[in-house]
Structures are given as structure tokens and as C-alpha cells.
């Protein structure tokens, strides 16, 4: 059975950084998508990036673009985000998903079927 489970959250300062990080254990499909989302108190999930474990293709949200880098190791077993100029807004619980039979990041946001979740790490930028 898949499991994810998430790390590195935490409390940073505003201009502070940290990585996050999305460690996979059980069996998946040959190619899927992992996807990093986040949820703020009284504001829906958004999805902040993806990256495709067959093509190696990423996709950022506007909002963290040249902040926030998603990377894999060579394996595909642990997906990091490294989050750079953090801001207050940035504040949340992240969630990383795996999205199974999936090429590529085109709507992972909005990916109903074969989503598997891990249960957050919580991250709060604050001076």
C-alpha cells in the first residue's frame, strides 16, 4: 500500500527558507506525478508544484515561482520542496499526493482519481 509522509515543516521568519520533504513508501505505478499542495485556515487547497517521475517535468504555481523549487532523488522515492523568501502568506499545512497513471502535471490540481495523500507537515512563517 502507498504511503507518504511528509517533513520539514516548521516556524521561519519572513525572508527565511525551508525544505520540505515527501517520502514514498509501497509500490505506485510506472509513471505518476507528485504534487505539492497546501491549505491555509479558512482557504482551499491550492496546489503549489508538480513534478513528473517519468518525464521529470515541473509546474509551479504563479504565487511561488523563483521562490520554490520541487526536486526528486535519483530513485523517485522522496520528493523535496525547497521553499526560498518565504513569506506570511506562505503560511499552511503542506501536502504532498501522488497521482498514479499520470504522465505529466497538466491539471494535477484538479486529478479526482488515484490521488494518494500524505497527512501534512505544518509550515508558519511569522517574525
Known amino acids: 500500500q502507498l504511503r507518504l509522509v511528509e517533513s520539514g515543516g516548521g516556524l521561519v521568519q519572513p525572508g527565511g527558507s525551508l525544505r520540505l520533504s515527501c517520502a514514498r513508501s509501497?509500490?505506485?505505478?510506472?509513471?505518476?506525478?507528485t504534487g505539492w499542495f497546501r491549505q491555509a485556515p479558512g482557504k482551499v487547497r491550492e496546489g503549489v508544484s508538480c513534478?513528473?517521475?517519468?518525464?521529470?517535468?515541473?509546474d509551479y504555481a504563479d504565487s511561488v515561482k523563483g521562490r520554490f523549487t520541487i526536486s526528486k532523488d535519483t530513485a523517485g522515492n522522496t520528493v523535496y520542496l525547497q521553499m526560498n523568501s518565504l513569506e506570511p502568506e506562505d503560511t499552511a499545512v503542506y501536502y504532498c499526493?501522488?497521482?498514479?497513471?499520470?504522465?505529466?502535471?497538466?491539471?494535477?490540481?484538479?486529478?479526482?482519481?488515484?490521488?494518494?495523500w500524505g497527512q501534512g507537515t505544518q509550515v508558519t512563517v511569522s517574525s
Open positions: 499526493a501522488v497521482m498514479a497513471f499520470k504522465r505529466d502535471c497538466t491539471d494535477y490540481e484538479t486529478r479526482k482519481e488515484l490521488v494518494y
Open positions: 509501497g509500490s505506485t505505478s510506472d509513471y505518476y506525478v
Open positions: 513534478i513528473s517521475n517519468s518525464e521529470g517535468s515541473t
